[in-house]
């Protein structure tokens, strides 16, 4: 069974950092590319970032030069770095599982509260 938990979200003041993580089990996490997908309160899915198997990364517009996605193999892990919040970052944050066709695999996701 696949399993994907997020954790590190929380409360934090405009300006901070911080740092989530998303355990993985029940696959070859080093064979896939895994994603970060976020959603406001009261709004739709939107991409973050994505690493492939290879190390590769991107990220969206809003967040790049602020978010850092990595992961590392050994520990199963995959780990968004989030620098300068902004009230506008709030939001549930997803780790998915990515394939060639689409995101099969969501984890719960974990809240992040950014306000002052």
């Known amino acids: 069974e696949v399993m994907l938990v997020e954790s590190g979200g929380g409360l934090v003041q405009p300006g901070g950092s911080l740092r989530l993580s998303c355990g993985a089990s029940g696959f070859t996490f080093s064979n896939y590319a895994m994603s970060w997908v976020r959603q406001a309160p009261g709004k739709g899915l939107e991409w973050v970032a994505v690493?492939?198997?290879?190390?590769?990364?991107s990220h969206g517009d809003s967040v790049k030069g602020r978010f850092t996605i990595s992961r590392d193999n050994a520990k199963n892990t995959l780990y968004l770095q989030m620098n300068s919040l902004k009230p506008d970052d709030t939001a549930v944050y997803y780790c998915?599982?990515?394939?060639?066709?689409?995101?099969?695999?969501w984890g719960k996701g974990t809240l992040v509260t950014v306000s002052a």
């Open positions: 690493v492939t198997s290879g190390g590769d990364t």
């Open positions: 998915a599982k990515d394939t060639t066709g689409g995101m099969d695999e």
